[in-house]
């Protein structure tokens, strides 16, 4: 069973207009989450993250934010520009685990001009 | 500033070939790991290594084996290739054990008749 899942296979989203990508994850041991973004034919590369012990992180226009209760964690996109269109990962990694991590299934943003 | 290099980007196999998959990095990372990507799977990692001479399994590691000679590579050998190794694989280095942004190289395409 997936620890970490990105229930969205893709998303629309008009040049300007904010961006959410949802993630959510099972293992009460993850204590830190990061976000990946991947283009075609390229390898991910990481977007931000989050401790555990946060509830918001903000990078410019890309913002996560972390609810612990709810086991779910989301990234924002203000305004959304046709070059953030890619594929988005969320990954976790559990307290002790050193740098290994789990990722999500991917969301496909499309940011339309 | 090559980063991660992977080599080859692309290969056919027949099932029951071998081969390796090469992967070197000139950051003087001391972790290193594979992943394969999977459609709706996101990224697994396969093995990683933290340091030179010390490598362990991560999620999926059957059919597959590694080695850290030196810092720089860590190559990921298929000794018998089945199809259902066929996917894009992944190798993806950090700074240090705690937890710290990957960066990955651009993959290696295998696919396995």
């Known amino acids: 069973d997936q620890q970490v899942k990105q229930n969205s296979p893709s998303l629309s989203v008009q040049e300007g207009r904010i961006s959410i990508l949802n993630c959510d994850y099972t293992?009460?041991?993850?204590?830190?989450f990061l976000w990946y973004k991947k283009y075609p034919a390229e390898g991910p590369t990481f977007l931000i993250s989050?401790?555990?012990?946060?509830d918001k992180n903000e990078d410019g226009r890309f913002t996560v934010f972390l609810n612990k209760s709810a086991k779910h964690l989301s990234l924002h996109i203000v305004p959304s520009q046709p070059g953030d269109s890619a594929v988005y990962f969320c990954?976790?990694?559990?307290?002790?685990?050193?740098?290994?991590?789990?990722f999500g299934g991917g969301t496909r943003l499309m940011v339309k001009p | 500033n090559a980063g991660v290099t992977q080599t080859p980007k692309f290969q056919v196999l027949k099932t029951g070939q071998s081969m390796t998959l090469q992967c070197a990095q000139d950051?003087?990372?001391?972790?290193m790991s594979w992943y394969r990507q999977d459609p709706g799977m996101g990224l697994r990692l396969i093995h990683y290594?933290?340091?030179?001479?010390?490598?362990d399994q991560g999620e999926v590691p059957n059919g597959y084996n590694v080695s850290r000679s030196t810092t720089e590579d860590f190559p990921l050998r298929l000794l018998s290739a089945a199809p259902s190794q066929t996917s894009v694989y992944f190798c993806?280095?950090?700074?240090?054990?705690?937890?710290?942004?990957?960066?990955f190289g651009d993959g290696t395409r295998l696919s396995i008749l």
């Open positions: 993806a280095s950090s700074i240090g054990q705690g937890v710290q942004p990957q960066h």
């Open positions: 293992n009460s041991m993850f204590d830190y």
């Open positions: 989050i401790s555990s012990i946060k």
């Open positions: 990954a976790a990694r559990a307290r002790g685990a050193g740098n290994m991590l789990t």
């Open positions: 950051m003087n990372h001391e972790y």
């Open positions: 290594s933290v340091g030179a001479g010390i490598t």
